[in-house]
Every structure is written in C-alpha cells, then in structure tokens.
C-alpha cells in the first residue's frame, strides 16, 4: 500500500519546487536567489532540492521549460495524422493552437514572465518552440493540400503569429493588459488571409 507513496510525493514536491521557484527567480533574478531562499519558499530542504535538480542553473532550466512544454502534447495533436479538409478547418485548428499558446502562458505566468526577459536580452528566436513549430506544420500541411498560395510566405506568416502573440502576451506580463478572448480568432483570420490564394485583378491593358 505505502510503495508507491515516495514517488507520488516526490513528483508532488518536484512540482511545488518548480512553482515557488518560478515565483522566487522572477521577483529577485537568478543571481539574488539563493538556495536557501528557494528551500524556504518551497518548504523543503536543499537536499530535496539537490535530489531533484544537480544544481540551481538545472532548476533554472527546468522553471524556463514548464510553460513551454506544457500542452505540448496538444499543439502537436493539431499536425498530426489527417491534413485540413478545408481552409475553414485549417482556420480553426490555428485559432485551437494560438489559443493553447495563450493559455499556457497564463498558467505559467512567473515562468513565461522569465522565459521572455531571458529572449529578450538574447535576442533570441520567438517564444515556444512547440508553438511555432505547430504553426509551421499547420500552414505546411494547408500547402500540400492546395488551400494555401505556393507563392507565399509561409515562414513571414509564422514569425507573424509568433511575434502577435508574443506582443499581447509582453503586454499581459509588463503593462497588465488582459489577454483578449477573441485573439486567436482574429489573428488566424488575418494571417491566413495573407496566404491563401486570391484573384489577380484584370489586366487593365486587355480588360474591355
């Protein structure tokens, strides 16, 4: 009966680790939080810590990833197995997809909240590697299927949704503004609008 108890609240205490130190890492930085600081907060001792995490940079690592693993499993539902049947299907598997983004963010705001200083400062590429990469997936998926332009450009259109909704989510985290419910309806909208094929307009020299 007692067997498995070390691991359920193993994982337990891992997870409330990760929660308070998120906390702790995105009010004082990586550098003025200690071990000590992040045993307290987290009602544990440094061993327990040391037991999950080699050191305070793992731990650091393993606070950056949870937002962007969480639902990971989900974005990568929408690319596989059956292409979209329609433009209106592709349509609504992207709003599925940003909307996922967003809310994993809001789950994990102390997480995302670091995760963006630390891209910031960097310069590094759009956050939430399994996002973008969906979103990739999706708009390749369009394109093999004929609902896309073959001219357009698929990667613009990416970096598009990324950097939209990196701005809303920077504007959730910095300046309080909440993140809006219809954000990834009108966003897949716009964006698809940009890369699905349209009618050229007639030549003016040959028309009439």
């Known amino acids: 009966m007692t067997a498995?108890?070390?691991g359920r609240y193993?994982?337990?205490?891992?997870?409330r680790i990760l929660?308070?130190?998120a906390k702790l890492f995105a009010s004082r930085g990586y550098a003025d939080a200690s071990m000590n600081d992040l045993a307290q907060a987290a009602g544990c001792s440094k061993a327990a810590i040391y037991y999950h995490f080699a050191d305070k940079r793992q731990l650091y690592e393993a606070v950056l990833d949870a937002a962007l693993l969480d639902g990971?499993?989900?974005f990568f539902s929408e690319a596989e197995g059956?292409?979209?049947r329609s433009l209106e299907d592709l349509g609504e598997r992207?709003?599925?997809v940003i909307r996922r983004h967003l809310e994993a963010a809001r789950r994990h705001r102390e997480a995302t909240l670091l995760r963006r200083r630390v891209e910031a400062r960097a310069a590094s590429s759009p956050n939430g590697a399994p996002f973008v990469d969906e979103v990739q997936r999706l708009f390749d998926l369009g394109r093999q299927r004929g609902l896309l332009d073959a001219s357009a450009d698929l990667e613009a259109a990416v970096t598009a949704v990324a950097a939209t909704c990196n701005g809303h989510i920077d504007s959730w985290l910095f300046s309080g503004q909440p993140l809006a419910e219809d954000v990834p309806r009108r966003l897949a909208a716009l964006v698809l609008h940009?890369?699905?094929?349209?009618e050229s307009p007639p030549d003016r020299a040959t028309a009439g």
Do not use: C, I, K, Y
């Open 82 to 84: 059956r292409p979209p």
């Open 194 to 198: 940009g890369v699905v094929p349209h």
């Open 94 to 96: 992207l709003e599925r």
């Open 19 to 21: 929660h308070e130190a």
């Open 72 to 74: 990971e499993e989900a």
């Open 10 to 15: 193993g994982r337990r205490t891992r997870r």
């Open 4 to 6: 498995g108890l070390p």
